[in-house]
């Protein structure tokens, strides 16, 4: 399983608090890619990043942010804007955003309190 | 707009048994096509791609432009076969289907 990680596994953060996920790739992929997985809603786009220094909102991008400072990290924080942030979280990523076999990570999953 | 669609939250069958999974699609451009599966404990990967037309693990696909579907097949199941599937749109967007657990009884 290895390439992409994603720490930690179980995150828990009180209601207006901000909170930051991880995501770490080693594959050398130009693209990387959040999702969030509701049950019985599949995987929606929070936001993806095609190159370092870049990133575009996905279907569902209120209440999030991301970085790209380094090729190999795209860190996504949960703000207190967002209305209903309990939920798993998967990050991605492809060796460009045009060959779109995706990696995943094994998750983080977030509960707030 | 485009959208995934998987008819199915829940398919049951025995082993040997055809399966079947669902998929439907609306996008108004040429699509690209994926079927992913998660199986228990383990991470969400890539099952197989329209574009490569090859089976993997016994399963195809294939593309259906005029009823716009993606449908996934196997004419045999195996217990292994229990997982989540979903199917995947590459559009403008990434987009995934909401997903099908295929439970394989014995």
């Known amino acids: 399983d290895g390439g992409i990680t994603q720490s930690p596994k179980y995150l828990f953060r009180k209601e207006g608090q901000n909170v930051t996920l991880s995501c770490e790739q080693n594959l050398n992929h130009d693209a990387m890619y959040w999702y969030r997985q509701d049950p019985g809603q599949g995987l929606r786009l929070i936001y993806y990043s095609q190159i370092v220094n870049d990133f575009q909102k996905g279907d569902i991008a209120e209440g999030y942010s991301v970085s790209r400072e380094k090729k190999e990290s795209f860190p996504l924080t949960v703000t207190s804007a967002q209305k209903n942030p309990t939920a798993f979280y998967l990050c991605a990523s492809s060796r460009t955003s045009s060959y779109n076999e995706q990696f995943f990570g094994p998750g983080t999953r977030l509960t707030v309190l | ?106």
């Open chain 2, 1 to 106: 707009a485009q959208r995934v669609t998987q008819p199915e939250k829940l398919l049951s069958v025995f082993k040997g048994a055809p399966v079947e999974l669902k998929c439907n699609y609306s996008y108004s451009g040429s699509p690209e096509l994926f079927w992913y599966v998660q199986y228990s404990r383990q991470r969400l990967q890539l099952l197989l791609r329209h574009i490569s037309r090859e089976s993997i693990k016994g399963f195809t696909a294939d593309l259906n432009k005029g009823e716009t579907s993606f449908h996934l097949k196997k004419p045999f199941a195996q217990e292994e076969d229990s997982a989540m599937y979903y199917c995947a749109l590459n559009g403008q967007n990434f987009v995934f289907g909401p997903g099908t657990r295929l439970s394989v009884l014995p």
